[in-house]
């Protein structure tokens, strides 16, 4: 199974307030696509808004906010079910 190095672009945006974690994480997933879900549901946390305030949803989900790269080299296995390997303490909610 792939595993992607997922980095946040602009860690400081607003937005990044409803994310646990706004560091690079380490995800092996069957697809870019999985490995951010992964990283979405295990990062989130709830966030209280104010009537009228927008709802994105999470910015790992979205291409511009999060790079995206499969690492093919290092210390991560390929084998193994779905899951986030860094940040080690990461725990799915």
């Keep these: 199974m792939p595993v992607y190095r997922l980095v946040p672009l602009e860690p400081d ?5 409803a994310s646990a974690h706004r560091g690079a994480a380490v995800v092996r997933a069957p697809d870019e696509d999985e490995a951010r879900r992964l990283a979405s ?6 966030v209280a808004r104010q009537d009228g305030d927008v709802v994105l949803g999470s910015l790992w989900r979205q291409p511009y906010a ?9 210390p991560y296995p390929a084998e193994g079910p ?10 799915p909610s």
């Design 66 to 74: 999060v790079k995206a790269e499969p690492l093919d080299d290092g």
């Design 13 to 17: 945006d607003p937005e990044w307030r």
């Design 41 to 46: 549901r295990t990062f989130r946390r709830p």
């Design 82 to 91: 779905a899951a986030v390997l860094e940040p080690k303490a990461a725990q």
